[in-house]
């Protein structure tokens, strides 16, 4: 548990060092100068500095930032930010996002190359390709053992894990012919449940998963477009999924039901959790999650990326740019107001999910 956690948490900090080098590197090739690169967030720890750029490790494993050389404004100096064109300045803003798509474009891309399932319950509905019975563990002399049975074979014979159990128990002492398909197989395997067994054995001593596959998996030349294709399918989703969030929110019906807030903490342990489902959910997981960091970074709200394109788009409608004071002054209250939202997810979600998590390990 601790390991997947620990690359769960690398995997978030990944996330945001994606998204800040997509500012770093539309910043560089504009040629305006960037300051500093770091990971975390101060205090520094140490850092290197090689060209122009200092780049750095800080105290806070929080996240990533690029400081680039006169984005608050108020510079006058060919190799500011704030001397750009606007079009070159909204194009350094979108780096982060765009970063994250191509991003996810690439993660989905490795899903599709490797497929994706995960274990569901007999009582789970999922319409997304076919759902199969797997033995995920045997017993060692158990009838399944002696039979020839290994973990991995998939059950072809039933549908769900309660219809193994009761064939089993309706043929007690009783041989039953099982078809199975192992690595692309299909073969017919004999066994004979016991009457009597050890306490949590079962007749045939066997764990079951009924798994559902979320993915199918392409071939290499193939999985590219396939990852392409289904980012652009996520992300429409996920717009409508954040549509119908606010609007529940602003019409006064409060928080969707189904829906989970989540802060670091809370995106940390579902990550964590996905991890245990096995690499391919695990980067569904990842991939579905940086695309949705890409849309939140647009919301027009500062001290995020759409914030700063806001600025940016009133400054092209006014024909002069927001006063800086104004700008970092809206900025710093939105920035508090958002830390305060994340402080308050994290009491009222994140903590009772480590306190269920601490307590389901004891």
């Known amino acids: 548990m601790v390991l997947t956690l620990l690359i769960a948490f690398l995997s978030l900090i990944a996330l945001m060092i994606i998204h800040e080098f997509g500012h770093f590197i539309i910043a560089k090739k504009f040629g305006v100068k960037v300051e500093e690169f770091g990971i975390g967030y101060p205090p520094r720890l140490f850092g290197k500095k090689f060209g122009e750029t200092l780049y750095s490790v800080n105290l806070v494993p929080l996240g990533a930032f690029v400081k680039i050389y006169g984005e608050e404004g108020g510079v006058d100096d060919y190799r500011s930010f704030s001397n750009l064109p606007i079009w070159k300045r909204i194009l350094i803003c979108l780096g982060g996002v765009l970063a994250f798509w191509i991003a996810a474009a690439i993660i989905f ?30 017993q060692k002399d158990s009838p399944a053992d002696l039979a020839g049975l290994k973990v991995g074979d998939e059950i072809k014979s039933v549908n769900k894990v309660s219809d193994f159990q009761k064939l089993v128990s309706d043929n007690a002492g009783r041989q039953v012919e099982l078809k199975i398909n192992r690595d692309g197989q299909e073969i017919n395997i004999n066994v004979t449940p016991r009457v009597s067994f050890p306490e949590g054995q079962g007749p045939t001593g066997v764990k079951l998963d009924r798994i559902a596959n979320l993915i199918e998996k392409y071939p290499w030349y193939q999985a590219p477009l396939q990852g392409i294709l289904y980012t652009g399918q996520v992300t429409w989703e996920a717009l409508k999924g954040i549509y119908g969030f606010f609007a529940s929110l602003f019409s006064g019906h409060g928080v969707p039901k189904g829906a989970e807030l989540a802060g670091p903490i809370g995106i940390t342990i579902f990550l964590s959790q996905a991890a245990s489902f096995g690499p391919g959910f695990f980067l569904y997981f990842i991939g579905s999650l940086t695309v949705l960091l890409a849309i939140f970074n647009l919301l027009p709200i500062p001290a995020l990326d759409g914030g700063k394109l806001l600025f940016l788009v009133i400054e092209k409608i006014m024909k002069k740019p927001v006063p800086v004071n104004y700008e970092q002054g809206i900025t710093i209250f939105f920035f508090i107001l958002l830390i305060t939202m994340s402080i308050f997810v994290t009491v009222r979600f994140d903590i009772p999910r480590v306190v269920d998590l601490w307590k389901a390990s004891l």
Not at 118 to 128: E, R, S, T
């Open 109 to 138: 891309s490795v899903v599709f190359s490797i497929g994706a399932s995960i274990p569901i319950g007999d009582q789970d509905i999922v319409g997304i390709n076919k759902t199969v019975v797997v033995i995920s563990e045997i």
